[in-house]
């Protein structure tokens, strides 16, 4: 290789680099997320919900084409339990509020419906390599891009309420019934509760609201003095999960 | 200088052949896991990084610690490791490339890796991490080559290299505090959330570097007749006992605080690690306390770190507790307990720990390479 | 294991045991390696020719099979056959990153006409940004339409699948005359 082309390519390479830089640059100055206009919240009357029933978790799963974590008709290596995919589920109280267990609440026996927080300061977010996560402006859901995301669970790691899964495996693999109005989600992405965007895009609450028989979830806008989120923290007092950590959750719980 | 790599005794294209045999086995048991997703791994919903982000973790702290052999032959003139700089920057470059290996490997979609440059997200310290870590790669393989080059050519190495190898040194520093910051800017994860995580990084990688660096130059000058000499073999001796004592001693100031101040959530983890996990994981703890009291007692005895033989057997014992400090315990012991307090089991399964040895092979492939045609250059030299 | 006299070694003693080849004039023995390459080369060729069913095929035209009742598609045949993919990522953007849902497009007549009126201004229809709500709506058999163009182009391997329905859900094809 001669001088000249030696030359030519350290200047290509140099203004690549340089052009590449300015485009880091744009897309940092052009991404500062603003303030969510809306600010959805789900408040659960644990006085009402004693987590004695699947309806809401159905639904959700049903809804969303969660797989099931044992499908008896699974061809291939075995699924362990500690695979699968969650959206909503029941912990107990000692584990969704540790910090909060002393030795009496041990009387305190009811499970608690748990979900993604959709917080007004998520880590999960600040942490993604590609923007395939970020909170909506239009209303401050944590939402994902399944097209975008690269599968390398910073989110997982990030995330200070254990509510992000990982596909594991091909989730159609576990799913007993697709239903065909919902995309199902394909091996290697990170997924989690998305507040049932899709349905509150045509007017509907999120399914595990509307699947509640005993009326224990206000869901709605907390920017709003009437949306029953807002009335139901009103009524009664309410937490939420690792409060100290600054994350500002936005599913509260009345104990 | 390439063709130095082609000829050889038939114990080094055995050696590359029975490296690329297990590079084999391990690409045929990566397409099983492209093809299965990370299902066949023992990560899980809880344990969601293992083995291979803990190897790149590790890793990272190689590459770096090519800086212990630099700093001082190019900021302090210490002769002594002149011809030790090149070994040192050639480890770092496939210490590098296993990183990245290990980055592909744990990705869920490694077909889409090319979003990380094309939607660039500053705030995300994974991409910062993308960028300085090929950054240190480019450095090391301008450098290592260009000097090298000069060498054969038995000219002084063009005067624009060396403003290349000033920048490498805070670099190398860069590229294990970008690594830290992965896991200490996480809130809720008790383990990790300590401001010493990057020096604790820093000087676990100044102790193994160096002493992987020492086993190294002993295999080079058994099989080859370059030798770096015995000076720089005791310096680099010292070099590791410093980094150990800090190592340790920082590690040391994490179980105090911890303890301490008894707040639970931090405390569990490291329950977990020493007392409460599986056998293999409590076992592998144990034998890092071990294997770093003995390598200390080793190297901070003068007679036993002056004296070649024991000085190899102490750089052992640091790189090994190291390996299982970093490469095994930070990672797993961070992610259990989970957010919930539950403890989930992680065990490695057997195509893991395949891929894993197969990414190693990879780098002890290159730098098989890359110190064949170090020493072929630097001998032809020494001829004249 | 070496020592210090190894350093004071002389220049006979340095002598390289290996043969080395930059010293040959003769390069005949590296014959059996070329012609090794060469026939490996080869090989992978006509394997993935071979692969891809055959040599004669590659002029047959895939048999599309086009929506039923449908007529005019949201962009002219022409634009979709070279830009469907960009065109499907930009609504993917827009909708999932954006947020936006809906999208005005010119109305077009049954010949593919764009439809004016009176005042000759251009007649807009709102449609859904969606695969399966508006694609797939009138293409309801991806395997006959997608597939076979994309094994036909050898962008997607024979009897493989588009990454786009490894999460949106195929529809059921509906019956059709001639099937």
């Known amino acids: 290789m001669d001088r000249g082309k030696r030359n030519f390519l350290k200047i290509a390479g140099l203004t690549g680099a340089g052009a590449y830089v300015g485009f880091v640059g744009a897309e940092a100055i052009g991404n500062k997320p603003g303030k969510a206009k809306k600010k959805l919240a789900l408040v659960i009357d644990t006085r009402k919900c004693k987590g004695d029933c699947p309806d809401c978790i159905a639904a959700c799963h049903r809804e969303h084409n969660v797989p099931e974590e044992h499908n008896p008709n699974f061809k291939g290596p075995p699924v362990r339990s500690s695979q699968g995919i969650k959206w909503i589920w029941l912990s107990t109280f000692g584990g969704a509020f540790h910090e909060q267990v002393n030795e009496h609440t041990g009387r305190r026996k009811d499970p608690l419906v748990v979900l993604c927080n959709h917080c007004d300061n998520p880590p999960c977010t600040r942490v993604c390599p590609t923007k395939a996560t970020w909170k909506r402006e239009s209303d401050g859901i944590v939402t994902i891009d399944m097209h975008r995301c690269i599968g390398c669970r910073f989110c997982m790691a990030a995330c200070p309420y254990g509510s992000r899964s990982f596909n594991f495996h091909d989730p159609r693999k576990n799913l007993k019934a697709v239903r065909p109005g919902f995309p199902t989600r394909t091996i290697g992405v990170v997924e989690k509760c998305n507040f049932c965007a899709e349905r509150l895009g045509e007017g509907l609450l999120p399914a595990c609201v509307e699947a509640c028989t005993k009326k224990a979830m206000s869901f709605g806008d907390l920017k709003d003095k009437d949306s029953p989120a807002s009335v139901a923290l009103r009524s009664a007092y309410a937490i939420t999960r690792k409060p100290a950590l600054g994350t500002g959750p936005e599913v509260y719980y009345i104990l | 200088m390439l063709e130095k790599a082609l000829t050889g005794s038939k114990g080094y294209f055995a050696w590359i052949f029975a490296l690329l045999v297990v590079i084999g086995v391990g690409f045929g048991t990566y397409l099983y896991q492209l093809n299965e997703g990370l299902g066949i791994t023992g990560l899980n919903r809880d344990v969601s990084w293992g083995l291979y982000i803990a190897q790149f973790t590790f890793l990272v702290g190689v590459a770096a610690s090519a800086v212990m052999v630099v700093l001082p032959y190019y900021l302090h003139d210490y002769k002594e490791f002149g011809k030790l700089t090149l070994l040192g920057e050639f480890l770092a470059i496939p210490a590098c490339l296993m990183c990245m290996l290990f980055i592909v490997v744990d990705m869920g979609r490694p077909d889409r890796v090319v979003y990380v440059f094309l939607h660039p997200t500053p705030n995300s310290i994974m991409f910062w991490d993308t960028v300085v870590l090929s950054g240190y790669l480019g450095l090391n393989l301008v450098i290592g080559w260009t000097t090298l080059s000069a060498e054969s050519k038995g000219v002084a190495p063009p005067r624009w290299v060396k403003p290349l190898i000033y920048l490498s040194i805070p670099w190398a520093v860069s590229i294990h505090t970008v690594t830290a910051f992965l896991y200490q800017g996480l809130p809720g994860r008790g383990f990790w959330m300590t401001a010493i995580m990057a020096p604790r990084f820093l000087a676990s990688a100044f102790a193994a570097g160096p002493s992987f660096l020492i086993l190294m130059v002993l295999l080079v000058r058994r099989f080859t007749r370059f030798d770096p000499g015995d000076v720089a073999l005791r310096k680099l001796g010292q070099i590791v006992t410093y980094a150990m004592f800090v190592s340790v001693f920082f590690f040391l100031m994490e179980v105090f605080t911890v303890f301490y101040s008894a707040i639970p959530e931090h405390k569990h983890h490291f329950w977990y690690l020493f007392v409460g996990g599986p056998w293999w994981l409590v076992g592998a703890m144990w034998l890092f306390v071990a294997l770093a009291v003995i390598g200390l007692v080793i190297l901070v005895n003068p007679r036993t770190r002056n004296n070649i033989p024991t000085l190899a057997v102490g750089a052992a014992c640091v790189f090994v507790a190291s390996w299982l400090e970093k490469g095994l315990g930070l990672v797993i012991g961070g992610f259990t307990p989970n957010p919930f307090g539950k403890y989930t089991v992680y065990t490695p399964t057997l195509p893991e720990v395949t891929i894993a040895v197969a990414i190693w092979c990879i780098g002890f492939l290159i730098l098989t390479v890359l110190y064949k045609i170090a020493t072929g250059v630097k001998q032809e030299r020494a001829i004249g | ?179």
């Open chain 3, 1 to 179: 294991m070496a020592d210090d006299k190894d350093i004071q070694k002389t220049e006979e003693e340095y002598r390289p045991t290996e043969y080395d080849y930059r010293h040959t004039e003769d390069a005949r023995s590296d014959m059996p390696f070329i012609v090794l390459g060469v026939m490996v080369f080869v090989a992978l060729m006509l394997g993935a020719t071979v692969a891809n069913r055959g040599l004669g095929k590659f002029r047959s035209k895939p048999a599309l099979e086009l929506p039923r009742d449908a007529k005019r598609c949201i962009r002219d045949t022409a634009f979709m056959r070279s830009n469907h993919m960009k065109l499907l990522n930009d609504w993917r953007d827009a909708v999932v990153r954006g947020e936006v849902r809906k999208e005005k497009i010119p109305r077009r007549d049954a010949t593919g006409k764009v439809v004016k009126d009176a005042a000759g201004k251009t007649v807009y229809q709102t449609i859904e940004r969606s695969l399966t709500k508006t694609c797939l709506r009138c293409h309801d058999n991806p395997k006959a339409f997608c597939d076979r163009c994309h094994v036909y182009a050898g962008v997607t391997r024979p009897g493989g699948s588009l990454k786009c329905f490894h999460c949106h859900i195929m529809p059921n094809p509906r019956p059709r005359a001639g099937r």
